[in-house]
């Protein structure tokens, strides 16, 4: 499902009607990564972008089409002081998404620990866990609206590992509303790093929406900046973008697809 287009870059872009779309297609892509490599390591991330994705892994699961028996998977990023119990937690939320539901051995299923204070030591605990695992084979990504990814915002150095970020005061507001009060509300998170993102064999990351037009664009047709850190995907030899047509819609009006 989905086309693949020629590009003026060296990224396949497969270019979907809508998001249902792009999420069949994108599951194809981790489906075939399975069936070839059952013990791949998966790269995983969070947020509205891949929610649908997961429910289309499920399903293949529950159809016995493929299988996670074998499989380890690496998460992106987790808020700092949650445990994975609490219900805003990355780890709660995958598992209420993908691992609850599939044949994942859990204790394979790797999420920075939100709840270790000692910031390097939990940095330190998740870089010796990938590299334990012999790095990640597919690493999927959404697309923040300022072409961040993981929690990689605009300025991050591309040489980047796991590390401890401050989160700015729109997140830190914008997440206001799933907690009691503000001090309740997370100010930092652990996150992979660009570098991180870089060593993967192979990337995915899958964009959906008018409002990711212009990241899209700026991130694979645009110079490579740290002002936009997707932008640093253009020199990954292996990058598979799955966007739909609202995501790529300024990318047609400049002429470049």
């Known amino acids: 499902m989905g086309r693949w287009l020629e590009r003026k870059t060296d990224v396949n872009v497969v270019v979907t009607e809508n998001y249902e779309e792009m999420s069949v297609a994108a599951a194809n892509v981790i489906a075939e990564q399975l069936k070839a490599k059952p013990d791949s390591v998966l790269?995983?991330?969070?947020?509205?972008?891949?929610i649908g994705l997961y429910a289309e892994l499920v399903r293949a699961?529950?159809?016995?089409?493929?299988?996670?028996?074998?499989?380890?998977?690496?998460?992106?990023?987790?808020?700092?002081?949650?445990?994975?119990?609490h219900d805003q937690s990355y780890r709660y939320f995958m598992q209420d998404n993908l691992f609850d539901h599939v044949d994942i051995d859990v204790e394979k299923t790797h999420?920075?620990?939100?709840?270790?204070?000692?910031?390097?030591?939990?940095?330190?605990a998740y870089e010796q866990a990938i590299a334990q695992a012999g790095g990640v084979d597919l690493q999927l990504l959404g697309l923040g609206?300022?072409?961040?990814?993981?929690?990689?915002?605009?300025g991050s150095a591309f040489e980047s590992l796991t590390h401890c970020v401050a989160?700015?005061?729109?997140?830190?507001?914008?997440?206001?509303?799933?907690?009691?009060?503000?001090?309740?509300v997370p100010k930092y998170a652990y996150t992979m790093g660009?570098?991180?993102?870089?060593?993967?064999?192979?990337?995915?990351?899958?964009a959906s929406g008018k409002n990711k037009a212009k990241a899209v664009y700026e991130s694979f047709f645009g110079p490579i900046v740290p002002g936009v850190p997707a932008s640093v995907l253009q020199l990954h030899n292996d990058v598979i973008v799955i966007a739909d047509e609202e995501a790529l819609s300024l990318c047609r009006e400049k002429g470049v697809i």
């Open 167 to 184: 989160l700015k005061e729109d997140t830190i507001k914008a997440n206001a509303r799933f907690f009691e009060t503000m001090d309740d």
């Open 194 to 206: 660009i570098k991180n993102i870089m060593s993967a064999k192979k990337v995915l990351l899958l």
């Open 111 to 124: 999420v920075p620990d939100g709840s270790m204070e000692d910031a390097q030591a939990a940095c330190d």
């Open 61 to 85: 699961c529950d159809a016995g089409e493929i299988s996670f028996a074998n499989a380890q998977s690496f998460n992106l990023d987790e808020y700092r002081g949650l445990p994975g119990t």
């Open 145 to 154: 609206h300022n072409g961040h990814i993981g929690f990689n915002e605009p």
């Open 43 to 50: 790269g995983l991330a969070t947020g509205t972008t891949p």
